[in-house]
Every structure is written in structure tokens, then in C-alpha cells.
T-cell receptor, first 115, second 112 residues
């Protein structure tokens, strides 16, 4: 398996622009997670899905952030409009289940810079 | 709710020296514990995990961790550091079906 795939790997945009990050989970995994990593706040869980349905979006910072999972093999995280404080590395992860000893597999991340 | 505290945001060791990265957890029920490693410009990957049973867990690349319930700790060790071990290490905890809760991470530097 190719692992979790994220695109783009790097994104540089200007404040106010819309940004869309993409993720393809490992085939057969029922859970998908979006994380944000910054120096100040560490690794934060933004939202996670089970069988394409959002389960918990309490980590989404504000209404400017939205996430969708239209099918089992694709998810997007959108920021509209983007702000400089959104600059971070965004990770997508997937797992077979979400509990017990199940392992989360992370993608390589998207480094977002908002100027 | 569970939480994880990693003591020391940055640890520096000499090549060949013992590596000790500290992790303490807080949980009202028996936890599942994990260590992940993040190499520069990469995602996190699993080093090892504690489930139940043996309290000493062996992982990849010569790392191991010991679950000590009385101390609520799950410290990560490696007898002899290698240059390739330089990375960021994250401790994480989960109870039941809750999502993983990660610590802030510890950056390990290895000096030649």
C-alpha cells in the first residue's frame, strides 16, 4: 500500500485566499483524522471521520475551516479565507478503527504558509 | 479526560550514549500508550505501543518503553544513540475508543 497520501506537500498563499488540502487514506481504513502541527501548540486534532461521517469537529478552530469526506478514499480540508496564523503543517492520518491499540498511519503532511 | 506530559522539549545526547525520553500520563481508566517518531519533513510513524500484558515493550530501531502504572509513566529508552535517531518523539495516550491524545513532543539531538 502507498500509505496515506497528501497533496500538495507545500502551499504558499496570500492572506484571504482559499486553500484546499487533500488526503487519500489507506484503502480499507474506516477512520480519517486531520491534525495541525505548530511550534506553539504542538499537534492538534482538528476533526475525524468514521465511514465518511464527521464524528467530532470540536478541534476546528473557526468557521473558516471546513472538512469533507465525499467517499472512502478522499477527504479535503478547506480554509476560506486564509490568515497568516493558519500557517502550519497539516497532517492527515487514517486507521482501521479508532480505539484500543489501533495504529494511526500518518501522511507526510502539507506545509502551509499564508503570507 | 486523559492527558500526556513529556518532560523536556529538547534532549541532547552523545552518539553511543543512553537515550531516555520521559512521558507521564493521566487517565482514570487503564490506558493504551504509544510512542511515535517524526523525522524531519515527514509524518509521524509508530515506534511502539503498550496494550496489556508485558510492561516492557520493544519497538523498532532498538527502542523500548516500560509501562509503570504506579508512576503513571511510559518512558522511552535506547541503550546506544545513533545519529539517525535524531528526530522528534511523541508520546500518546488513548482510553477505549477515544482519539489519541498526543504530548507536545521531545526533540532528540545526537552529537557526534
Amino acid at each position: 500500500d502507498a500509505g496515506v497520501i497528501q497533496s500538495p506537500r507545500h502551499e504558499v498563499t496570500e492572506m484571504g485566499q482559499e486553500v484546499t488540502l487533500r488526503c487519500k487514506p489507506i484503502s480499507g481504513h474506516d477512520y480519517l483524522f486531520w491534525y495541525r502541527q505548530t511550534m506553539m501548540r504542538g499537534l492538534e486534532l482538528l476533526i475525524y471521520f468514521n465511514n465518511n461521517v464527521p464524528i467530532d469537529d470540536s478541534g476546528m478552530p473557526e468557521d473558516r475551516f471546513s472538512a469533507k469526506m465525499p467517499n472512502a478514499s478522499f477527504s479535503t480540508l478547506k480554509i476560506q479565507p486564509s490568515e497568516p496564523r493558519d500557517s502550519a503543517v497539516y497532517f492527515c492520518a487514517s486507521s482501521l478503527r479508532s480505539g484500543g491499540t489501533d495504529t494511526q498511519y500518518f501522511g507526510p503532511g502539507t506545509r502551509l504558509t499564508v503570507l | 479526560a486523559q492527558s500526556v506530559t513529556q518532560l523536556g522539549s529538547h534532549v541532547s545526547v552523545s552518539e553511543g550514549a543512553l537515550v531516555l525520553l520521559r512521558c507521564n500520563y493521566s487517565s482514570s481508566v487503564p490506558p493504551y500508550l504509544f510512542w511515535y517518531v517524526q523525522y524531519p519533513n515527514q509524518g509521524l510513524q509508530l515506534l511502539l505501543k503498550y496494550t496489556t500484558g508485558a510492561t516492557l515493550v520493544k519497538g523498532i530501531n532498538g527502542f523500548e518503553a516500560e509501562f509503570k502504572k504506579s508512576e503513571t509513566s511510559f518512558h522511552l529508552t535506547k541503550p546506544s544513540a545513533h545519529m539517525s535517531d535524531a528526530a522528534e518523539y511523541f508520546c500518546a495516550v488513548r482510553t477505549g475508543n477515544t482519539p489519541l491524545v498526543f504530548g507536545k513532543g521531545t526533540r532528540l539531538s545526537v552529537i557526534a
